[in-house]
């Protein structure tokens, strides 16, 4: 509460006179609005949304998105025990791969892609979320497994001639990840909701 500002009283408690003294006295200094029908507020809300899901053009993440991925180890900044050898180059693992950050605002239907190679034939792609601006690791406190998806590859041609792109498309109130191997055209995915 003490980054808060102003409030918001909307709904059928936000009507009544003895719930809006309450909290003026409660949380003095903090500016109290309370619209015109403040019990309609929201379905009126849900209504429009409804109609039109344009009218919300951008949301601000409440959480930072990413995945876990294998990234070129630097002994200044990296853990010595996530250095691992990954086809003939130290690699650090367990690297938090953001794709975007809490607070951030993003708008609706906006995608990112990271691209990268497969290394063995299964590729899976576990797919985390945090409240920390800039994790380093998928370990580190906080950090919350949502869901991992898995891809078959091609074992008929080098790994490193194959090209996974994994997709990360905030639309509407959910998150799509796309993973696809462009080589074999296969793909999957996951949708996981962003504002619980």
């Known amino acids: ?3 808060v500002q102003t409030i918001i009283l909307v709904g059928g408690f936000g009507e009544s006179p003895y719930v809006q003294e309450r909290m003026r006295n409660e949380i003095a200094g903090v500016r109290l609005i309370v619209p015109p029908d403040a019990g309609l507020a929201v379905l009126k809300g849900v209504l ?4 039109n899901p344009d009218i919300v053009p ?3 993440m409440k959480y930072t998105y990413g995945m ?3 990234n070129t180890f630097d002994e200044k900044k990296h853990q010595g025990k996530k250095k691992v050898m990954l086809n003939g180059t130290w690699q650090v693992r367990d690297y938090f791969n953001v794709f975007v950050r809490v607070n951030e605002e993003v708008g609706v239907d906006h995608q990112m892609t990271i691209k990268s190679h497969p290394h ?3 590729s899976i792609t576990p ?3 945090t409240t920390q601006v800039n994790p380093e690791y998928t370990t580190d406190p906080g950090c919350e497994l949502l869901g991992a998806i898995k891809l078959e ?3 008929d041609v080098p790994f490193k001639e194959q090209e996974i792109e994994n997709t990360f498309l905030f639309g509407d109130t959910e998150l799509l990840v796309k993973t696809k191997n462009t080589f074999t055209g296969k793909e999957t995915f996951m949708t996981f909701e962003c504002f619980k």
């Open 127 to 129: 797919v985390f979320r």
């Open 120 to 122: 063995c034939k299964l």
């Open 48 to 51: 429009r949304f409804g109609h």
């Open 1 to 3: 509460m003490e980054r």
């Open 58 to 60: 951008s949301r601000i």
């Open 153 to 155: 590859n091609s074992s």
């Open 68 to 70: 876990a991925s294998y």
